[in-house]
Structure formats: structure tokens, C-alpha cells
């Protein structure tokens, strides 16, 4: 993956969504953070289950940063729980719908009976066509820092050879960013990868996202004109 994308015919080939505001939705209905979570798998699945008609080539999704470990010990757990739950119950949409899983981040860190179910969802996946990439134990900052050192080790350290070493390498140039909630910020994701991205910051809670909320901001990505710095 290069550090500037080609020139686009309009069409986004890899959108990227920071998918924020499980919490918040939880609190406006006096409910618990953890159905919050839930509520965001859900939209997880629709999201998924919906990406056919919409001409993505690879969609990523900010599932759980390196900072998330801040959080409380219970809330953790819960968040590892729902991912166990989601793995085993939506693997075989995955096959079925011919997406391909790529995970990125440091998720070979993560306890050992999930690292066990993503090596053979990777391996269930490995021939389909779409690409859903998770980020899991992910920080920009620290994947540009792997991805540096291993430059250094086989020559020059260059933006090429950098972008040649990032967890992205093999997904195709970012072309749009989306955070959820209503905050702007990139909170540490695609730092790299986001340098000629569109960004859109939109108020809709994660758990209340839907396939249609994509389909606008793909359509209203087609009408933007890209310079990449040019005039």
C-alpha cells in the first residue's frame, strides 16, 4: 500500500469507520455499558450482512484499541466475551457471503483461546473475495513503529518501505474514514493509512448505524473531488 492512493472514477474501494458511541447509547436508555456493546455487535452484523449492493472492496472496522485496555476490568471481559460469541456465530455468514477476514493490530497478544478462533476464522476466510478487516489490539502510533523497524531492518527507512511493512500492506489505499458519535477525532487509528483519506464525523450513535448511513456517505464520497494536494 502505497502512501498516496491512485486517482479515483468516484467509487470508494475501502472505507474505513471508527465506530464509537456504544456507551452513550447505553446511558440515554438508563441501560448497562455491556448491552451498549451488544447493540453495536448487532449493528456489526448488519453492517456486514449488507456490504453486497455497495461496491466496497474492504471495509475496517476500530473494534478495540490498545488504549480500550484502560477500561474497567469488567467491562474488558465483556468486550472479549462478545467477541468469542461473535466469531463462533457469525464465521459461517462470513464463508457463506465469500468475505475474507484480515485482522490487524497486535491481536496475538490477546488471551489464547480468541487468538485460536481468529487463526482459524483466517483460515475459514482466506479465499473470499471481499475483505473485512478488524482492528484488535490496534494504535497507529505503535503500528507505524513496527513497520519502521522492520524498514530498518532491510535498508533505507522511506515512506514506501514503511508503507510496504504497515498491518495494511496487502488492503487497497484508504479512501474514506467515518467515526460515529459525533467526535472528531482519529483517536489513534489508520494515522498512516488516513493522509489522503475524506473523513466524515457523523452524530449517529454506532449501535443506531445502518447499511443506508454507508450508502449516503458513499454516495455523497462519489461527488467530492480528490486533489491529493494538487489544484
Not at 527507512?157 to 495494511?168: E, Q, V
Amino acid at each position: 500500500m502505497g502512501d498516496q492512493p491512485t486517482q479515483s472514477d468516484g467509487r470508494a474501494r475501502h472505507v474505513a469507520i471508527i465506530m464509537d458511541g456504544n456507551g452513550r447509547w447505553a446511558k440515554k436508555r438508563s441501560l448497562p455499558r455491556a448491552i451498549g456493546h451488544q447493540r453495536g455487535v448487532e449493528a456489526v452484523r448488519r453492517l456486514v450482512r449488507g456490504l453486497e449492493p455497495m461496491g466496497l472492496d474492504c471495509l475496517t472496522l476500530y473494534a478495540f484499541s490498545s488504549e480500550n485496555w484502560k477500561r474497567s476490568e469488567s467491562e474488558i471481559d465483556d468486550l472479549m466475551n462478545l467477541m468469542r460469541k461473535f466469531i463462533k456465530s457469525d464465521l459461517p455468514d462470513f464463508v457463506a457471503n465469500d468475505v475474507q477476514l484480515k485482522i490487524i493490530g497486535d491481536w496475538r497478544s490477546l488471551a489464547p483461546d480468541i487468538v485460536g478462533m481468529l487463526e482459524n476464522a483466517l483460515e475459514q476466510t482466506a479465499n473470499g473475495s471481499k475483505k473485512l478487516a478488524v482492528a484488535l489490539n490496534y494504535g497507529g502510533q505503535n503500528e507505524i513503529a513496527r513497520a519502521a523497524a522492520k524498514a530498518a531492518e532491510h535498508g533505507d527507512i522511506t515512506s514506501d518501505s514503511i508503507a510496504a511493512n504497515l498491518d495494511t500492506h496487502d488492503l487497497p489505499p484508504l479512501d474514506l474514514l467515518i467515526r460515529t458519535s459525533g467526535e472528531v477525532r482519529l483517536s489513534n487509528f489508520l494515522l498512516w493509512q488516513a493522509a489522503y483519506a475524506e473523513m466524515l464525523f457523523v452524530d449517529t450513535l454506532w449501535p443506531d448505524f445502518k447499511p443506508e448511513h454507508l450508502e449516503q456517505a458513499l454516495s455523497d464520497f462519489a461527488q467530492r473531488e480528490r486533489r491529493y494536494g494538487g489544484r
